[in-house]
């Protein structure tokens, strides 16, 4: 019973290189989700797909690119990182559109971009 | 979006009932009440949601105001691994998917 698997926990990298992060979900969810959280702030949602072959922005989308792999499987792409990025990003899966069924949330991947 | 309201932070005795509160005072009909908790560096954790009955699960317990407007969440018996910081929020279907919007949550410290 694994949940949702982030990977990597940790990463580091420099201003301009590029990194995808993966996510991946045993449950069965059509929906899955990826956020950012910063120091002091909330989440915030920056894309989501509610099944599988779509994908659409969230709040915060600017910098980022998400592929919809399969149904188990999100990936988060940052195609030229920046210091502004530098942020803990959590994936969660959900069941499409029904606001009675909670979204669950990997551990997290700690990005540092210098 | 319907917000909420919780206190910045609570202490609690450690087996004793924490009782975190929470105002929703613009909440619709068909918006849910949702309780998340995140322990440092962990993702946020699912305890426990409710429409207008309270809910009670292996974790907590949640009571919800007749009028909706408030709810408290109820861990019976604190513990250490408690201590946390504790969301409570009101999730609405947006566009077609669910729309969480996290605020600062209630720190929790549970006290030896």
């Known amino acids: 019973n694994a949940g949702v698997t982030q990977t990597p926990k940790f990463q580091v990298l420099k201003t301009g290189q590029s990194m995808t992060l993966q996510c991946a979900q045993d449950?069965?969810?059509?929906?899955m989700y990826w956020y950012r959280q910063d120091p002091g702030m909330g989440l915030r949602l920056i894309y989501y797909s509610a099944s599988e072959g779509t994908t659409d922005k969230g709040e915060v989308p600017n910098g980022y690119n998400v592929s919809r792999l399969n149904k188990r499987e999100f990936s988060l792409r940052l195609e030229s990182a920046a210091p502004s990025q530098t942020s803990v990003y959590f994936c969660?899966?959900?069941?499409?559109?029904?606001?009675?069924?909670?979204?669950?949330f990997g551990d997290g991947t700690r990005l540092s971009i210098l | 979006d319907a917000k909420t309201t919780q206190p910045t932070s609570m202490d609690c005795a450690e087996g004793r009932a924490a009782n975190l509160p929470c105002n929703h005072s613009t909440i619709s009909g068909n918006e849910y009440v949702y309780w998340y908790r995140q322990i440092h560096s962990q993702g946020p954790q699912y305890i426990i949601h409710?429409?207008?009955n309270n809910e009670t699960n292996e974790m907590a317990s949640l009571i919800i105001t007749e009028d909706r407007k408030s709810s408290t969440l109820i861990l019976p018996h604190a513990t250490l691994r408690d201590t946390a910081v504790y969301y409570c929020?009101?999730?609405?279907?947006?566009?077609?998917?669910?729309?969480?919007?996290f605020g600062i949550g209630t720190k929790l410290q549970v006290i030896p």
């Open positions: 449950m069965n969810h059509n929906s």
């Open positions: 409710g429409l207008k």
């Open positions: 929020i009101v999730l609405m279907n947006s566009g077609g998917y669910q729309k969480v919007t």
């Open positions: 969660a899966s959900s069941e499409w559109g029904y606001s009675n069924q909670p979204q669950h």
